[in-house]
């Protein structure tokens, strides 16, 4: 029996207004308004991802991978199309995303997990674990501005593993932390990703990690879809291209 689809995405486009360079001087003797320049990050993506599936997203860098990642987590909204979860939970394992730098990692944790949909009860039940995990100590009770990259990073996994989504996507963050770190959050992603019912979208530079990890593969390009299909041929050509 074929499965259903756990991501739908149709037509997809993502624009960023930046700012052109000005001077202020100019700028008040003229009195208008600072021109913008459109960047369009994503344009007219479609594509769809089996419940159980992990995708791994590759592209050079500026080709609207982490763009789409954030879509699809909800942090982004589209300009046109359409983003369909199918009432699937969904969580984004992101370096610098959703952490409140006052708070302390504890007070972090029980955020993040709110923000996740998860209730306050479901949060509490699993703190203790996510915290033994981050292996943290007494960092655990301080503000999250005092943590080193390292810090942030071991929270930022420990959370979104432990408090398990139907759907995860990971932004480049297989490779966290000390090499101790680093074998235990990878062995912990081969775990969750065993699960045949959750569905994973993974960016990551590494082929070996893609290779080894995703059932299929999408390249992205300048904000376009270049393919997508069986892992080994999509990264191959891939490779190609960028050699």
Known sequence: MERE????????????????????????????????EVFEAVKGVSFSVKKGEILGIVGKNGSGKSTMLKAIAGIFSPDEGSIDLHGNSVSLLSIGVGFQKKLTGRENILLSGLLLGFSEEQVRAKMDEIINFAGLGKFIDMPVKTYSSGMYSKLAFSITAILEADIMLIDEVLSVGDAKFKKKSYNKMKELISNEDR?????????????????????????ELRMQGETKKVLEAYEEFMS
């Open 5 to 36: 689809n756990a991501i739908d995405v149709k037509d997809l486009h993502i624009s960023y207004k930046c700012l052109k360079s000005f001077s202020i001087k100019r700028s008040l003797l003229q009195l208008k308004k600072t021109d913008t």
């Open 199 to 223: 569905t994973v979208v993974i960016v990551s530079h590494s082929s070996q990690q893609l290779q080894e990890l995703c059932t299929s593969i999408l390249w992205l390009h300048e904000g």
